[in-house]
C-alpha cells in the first residue's frame, strides 16, 4: 500500500505526516539534550547470523531508551504558553520516563498515566524525574479517557507515544544518527533494518528516514508473540486489535493496536514483520549479557532475538538492530539469567 492510499484509507484528520526534513530538524534540535549512542559489533552475533550486524545501543540513551529522542524534540516544540500549562503523556513505562526527564530538564510540569502493574523501576523512574504518576487498571479502564479528563481540568497538552509528528520524527534520529556512523566510518551499506514495534513509532520514524537515505533497504518491525498487531495489520491491510488478556515479558510493547499515524507510515513502506516468543526473548537477553556485556529489557531486545531466532534470514547482508531499551527490573532479570 502507498503512503498516499494508506492516509487516505485513515482517520488521521489534522495530524501530519512528518517527512525527512523534520528528522534532520528533530537531530539539530535534541543533540544537546540526548546521547549519541554507540554502534556495536560482536563477531561471534556475526557468526551467528551470518552477515555483519550493527548494533544500535539505544539501552544507553539516559533514561534508559530511545523514546527520549521523541520526548525531547515534541517538548521543544511547544511555545512558552504551552509549557507553562504542562503535558500529560500515557506510558507503560519508557515514554514515561522520557517525558518525565525532558519535561524536568525544560522546567514543565509532567503528568504520566500509567497502568498499575508497570515495571516498579519505570515508574519510580518517572516519579524521580519528577513527574505526577496516575496509575490505571489496563484491563478495566481507558487510559485515554482518563488524559482526556486530566485535559480538560488542567489545559495540559498530550503527548503521546505514538500519534504525535515530533515525537515519530524525534524516533527517527535513531536510524539516521545510526547511518551517520556508519558513513563517518566508511561502513558498507545496510540492507535490512530491525527495529522493536509496539505503537509502531520507531518504525515509522525509521521508514520515513531510510526513504531518503537508502529506499532499498528492507525494515522489519519485530513484536512479542500475543502482541504482533503489526504482523496482523499488515497482513490484512487495516489496524487489528488484539483480543484477550494475552501476556508478553515484553512491557513496553504491549500495545493492542498499531497508532494510526505510525500505521499509515508503516504499511506503506516496511518489508514485513515478525513475532517472537517470551523464550526467544530470554535467550537473547541471557546472550546479550553473556556475549555483549549489556543488559536489555525484553522489549527493547526483541528485534535481536529475531535474528537469534532466524525469524528473519539475513543472506549475508549488512544489518542494523536497534536495541531499544534497558530498563528491566532486577527481579525479572534475576529470575531469566537463573533458567
Not at 503512503?3 to 544537546?32: V, W
Not at 515519530?168 to 530491525?194: C, D, M, S
Not at 513509532?201 to 519485530?222: D, N, P, Q
Amino acid at each position: 500500500m502507498t503512503l498516499e492510499k494508506s492516509i487516505r484509507h485513515s482517520t488521521l484528520g489534522m495530524l501530519r505526516i512528518p517527512n525527512f526534513s523534520d528528522i534532520e530538524s528533530a537531530s539539530q534540535r535534541i543533540a544537546p539534550y540526548v546521547t549519541r549512542t554507540p554502534l556495536l559489533r560482536s563477531p561471534i552475533l556475526d557468526g551467528l547470523a551470518g552477515a555483519p550486524v550493527w548494533l544500535k545501543a539505544e539501552n544507553l540513551q539516559l533514561t534508559g531508551a530511545f523514546k527520549l529522542r521523541g520526548a525531547f524534540n515534541a517538548l521543544l516544540t511547544l511555545d512558552e504558553e504551552t509549557r507553562s500549562r504542562g503535558v500529560i503523556a500515557y506510558s507503560t513505562g519508557n515514554h514515561g520516563q522520557a517525558i518525565a526527564y525532558a519535561a524536568n530538564r525544560l522546567g514543565i510540569q509532567a503528568t504520566v498515566i500509567m497502568p498499575a502493574d508497570a515495571p516498579k523501576t519505570k515508574m519510580d523512574g518517572v516519579r524521580r524525574y519528577g513527574a505526577i504518576v496516575h496509575q490505571y487498571d489496563r484491563h478495566t479502564e481507558s487510559r485515554e479517557e482518563i488524559g482526556m479528563q486530566i485535559l480538560q481540568r488542567t489545559g495540559a497538552t498530550l503527548i503521546p507515544p505514538g500519534d504525535q509528528p515530533d515525537v515519530i520524527a524525534g524516533q527517527g534520529t535513531v536510524v539516521f544518527e545510526a547511518w551517520n556512523q556508519l558513513q563517518e566510518e566508511q561502513r558498507p551499506t545496510i540492507r535490512k533494518i530491525l527495529v522493536p514495534c509496539g505503537g509502531g513509532g520507531l518504525a515509522a520514524g525509521t521508514c520515513i528516514a531510510m526513504s531518503s537515505l537508502a529506499k532499498e533497504t528492507e525494515i522489519f518491525a519485530v513484536e512479542p508473540f500475543g502482541f504482533d498487531d503489526t504482523v496482523m495489520s499488515l497482513a490484512s491491510g487495516k489496524r487489528e486489535k488484539i483480543i484477550g488478556n494475552n501476556q508478553t515479558l515484553c512491557d513496553a510493547l504491549m500495545a493492542s493496536i498499531p497508532a494510526e499515524l505510525p500505521f499509515a507510515v508503516n504499511s506503506a513502506y516496511l518489508t514485513g514483520a515478525v513475532a517472537v516468543t517470551d523464550d526467544e526473548v530470554k535467550q537473547a537477553i541471557r546472550f546479550a549479557i553473556d556475549t555483549l556485556r549489556l543488559v536489555i529489557e525484553p522489549g527493547g531486545i526483541v528485534a535481536l532475538a529475531a535474528i537469534l531466532a532466524r525469524k528473519i534470514q539475513l543472506n549475508g547482508e549488512p544489518a542494523l538492530v536497534v536495541l531499544s531499551g534497558g530498563n528491566i527490573d532486577t527481579d525479572i532479570l534475576s529470575s531469566i539469567l537463573a533458567t
